[in-house]
């Protein structure tokens, strides 16, 4: 599909439009969209994908920044009367609002300058998210699905984890879009768990001993959680001090955040209220 001659894409907004129509296929074929599905596509641009799962699931409901591409959806799919759009930034946007009697289904070819931080939005609503398939820089999506002793692990991969099944699916070259983008892409799916395998006590308490361990991934860990956690309290975790942050599992995380819990709470004046 390609650009509209009264549309162009916005750096502001990261826009690089997907035009192959073979690209376009292959994907909503991994996403295999039902007509009773609760579908919402985020940034559906000059509505590519967007085409092809209306022709499926004529609910569809999509979340677009730009004002001038809504008109362009509007006139485009005037003849999908139950087709919404809901003009909005999506890294604020309550996706909860949009959930009816079946979790959701989201998808998107997500800008590449917000999309680290949109993913982080979206995990804090996974619970109720049937499955997200989005297109990313090729980079990120190796960052979400890295495993321990990686050089992509990190933040990014601990906390989808924490909360998703990562699947990336396959790469997308640049000349599947206009304008090309500078970087390889990838499709990648995630489906939150059914049940967490390992439930941290406190999420933000994790969050901020991964964030902090990664601020600092090329020292030990003896140093990098030295704020936080004693060298006594990672051997009675049997966590080697010595190791980097890129080491531990996701499991080891949530020990130290949970033992971080424990402790405040030992430390709680009886009936006392405890603000964090």
């Known amino acids: 599909m390609s650009n509209k001659p009264g549309h162009q894409a916005r750096k ?3 826009q690089n439009f997907l035009h192959d129509p073979g690209v376009i296929e292959r994907i909503v074929r991994a996403i295999n969209p ?9 940034g559906p641009g000059l509505g590519a994908i967007t085409e092809e799962i209306l022709a499926v699931n004529p609910r569809l409901q999509v979340v677009e920044l730009d004002r001038d591409l809504i008109p362009v959806l509007r006139t485009k799919f005037f003849n999908y009367p139950e087709f919404r759009i809901h003009e909005a930034d999506a890294l604020t946007f309550d996706f909860r609002q949009l959930v009816t009697d079946r979790p959701l289904r989201i998808i998107g070819n997500l800008p590449y300058n917000i999309s680290t931080p949109l993913i982080f939005h979206l995990l804090s609503q996974a619970g109720v998210v049937q499955d997200m398939h989005f297109m990313l820089q090729k980079e990120v999506v190796q960052r979400m699905a890295a495993v321990p002793g990686d050089n992509n692990y990190g933040r990014l991969g601990i906390m989808t984890q924490y909360f998703c099944k990562v ?3 396959f790469e997308v070259g640049p000349g599947a879009f206009r304008p090309a983008p500078k970087v390889d892409s990838a499709i990648v799916r995630l489906v939150p768990h059914s049940t967490l395998p390992h439930p941290a006590r406190d999420l933000e308490t994790l969050q901020r001993v991964v964030r902090t361990a990664f601020n600092a991934r090329r020292k030990t860990l003896r ?3 030295a ?8 051997q009675q975790l049997n966590i080697n ?3 980097r942050p890129e080491n531990l599992a996701l499991a080891d995380f949530v020990a130290i955040a949970d033992m971080l819990v424990e402790n405040r709470a ?3 004046p009886t009936g ?5």
Do not use: N, W
């Not at 039902?34 to 985020?42: L, N, Y």
């Not at 006392?272 to 964090?276: A, L």
């Open 241 to 243: 001090d010595g190791l």
């Open 167 to 169: 699947q990336p699916l």
């Open 266 to 268: 030992g430390s709680e």
């Open 12 to 14: 502001r907004f990261g």
């Open 34 to 42: 039902k007509a009773d599905d609760a579908m919402v596509e985020i």
């Open 223 to 225: 140093k990098a959680l």
């Open 227 to 234: 704020g936080l956690v004693t060298v006594a309290q990672l």
């Open 272 to 276: 006392g209220e405890h603000d964090d």
